[in-house]
């Protein structure tokens, strides 16, 4: 059995945190479970654990975590300010967790799986994301272009304003998604169904969608939106 952070280090001083939801949103999101004493735990720690193929739990992460483990698994963890730049986690599994401030930057989390995570002005740029699992999870404040979502399953999620400019979001699997205020330019959106899913109050720009539009079949937009998207099948409007 896996055993928690907390006992590879008796020694440390633990630290109160109660995890809190930063959106309340029309959609139930579940939250993370986060015990309220997170015990800090150093990279050295972390990787300790995983080269012994352990999982990371009950734990309170900060600083640069360049960590090389596919299929890592961490739980009920706090991310602070972590730079995650060069890391190689594809197929990690991160469940309960809060990331903070993070830079994910270039890293490989190609086919890992989010469950009940919190993105708190996150960085993302050109990171791997594609064909990730996400599902119960809040985004605010991120920057994630230019980064690969390409067939990821996002069910139960929240964007707001985040920019996902340039990334490619292709063949995505869209369930109970929402967002606002986030920036959609020059976005890979080719073969992703947005039924149901509310853009009006973002920014869309030179999407990449199929030739028929069928994408936004059945997605709210404003009026200038569709007013653009009317131009772009080829139809003239008359102020």
Same mark, same amino acid.
Not at 103 to 121: K, P, T, V
Not at 224 to 230: E, P, T, V
């Given at each position: 059995m896996p055993r928690p952070a907390r006992r590879e280090r008796k020694r440390s001083?633990?630290?109160? +945190?109660?995890?809190?939801?930063?959106?309340?949103?029309?959609?139930?999101?579940a939250s993370p479970k986060l015990p309220e004493q997170l015990q800090p735990l150093a990279a050295e720690e972390a990787e300790t654990l995983l080269a012994a193929e352990e999982r990371v739990y009950g734990a309170?992460?900060?600083?640069? *975590?360049?960590?090389?483990?596919?299929?890592?698994? #961490?739980?009920?963890?706090?991310?602070?300010?972590?730079?995650?730049t060069a890391a190689?986690?594809?197929?990690?599994?991160?469940?309960?967790?809060v990331f903070d401030r993070?830079? +994910?930057?270039?890293?490989?989390?190609?086919?890992?799986? +989010?469950?009940?995570?919190?993105?708190?002005?996150?960085?993302?740029?050109?990171?791997? *994301?594609?064909?990730c699992s996400v599902s119960d999870a809040v985004f605010d404040k991120c920057n994630f272009s230019y980064a690969n979502l390409s067939h990821a399953k996002l069910r139960d999620v929240r964007a707001a304003s985040c920019d996902f400019s340039y990334a490619d979001l292709d063949g995505c699997a869209l369930r109970n998604f929402e967002t606002d205020k986030t920036r959609f330019v020059r976005t890979? +959106? #080719?073969? =992703?169904?947005?039924?149901?899913?509310?853009?009006?109050?973002?920014?869309?720009?030179?999407? =990449?969608?199929?030739?028929?539009?069928t994408e936004i079949r059945g997605a709210t937009l404003s009026r *200038?939106?569709?007013?653009?998207?009317?131009r772009a099948l080829g139809v003239n409007i008359k102020d």
């Open positions: 001083k633990a630290v109160a +945190f109660c995890c809190k939801r930063v959106y309340t949103g029309r959609m139930k999101i309170c992460l900060a600083g640069g *975590l360049p960590l090389r483990f596919p299929n890592a698994a #961490f739980a009920c963890t706090r991310f602070s300010a972590c730079s995650f190689l986690l594809k197929g990690a599994d991160f469940a309960d967790c993070c830079d +994910f930057s270039g890293a490989d989390f190609a086919g890992a799986s +989010f469950r009940r995570a919190e993105f708190c002005e996150c960085k993302g740029v050109g990171a791997d *994301l594609s064909e890979n +959106f #080719f073969g =992703t169904p947005l039924k149901g899913v509310d853009l009006s109050s973002c920014t869309l720009a030179g999407l =990449t969608l199929s030739t028929q539009l *200038l939106q569709c007013a653009d998207f009317l």
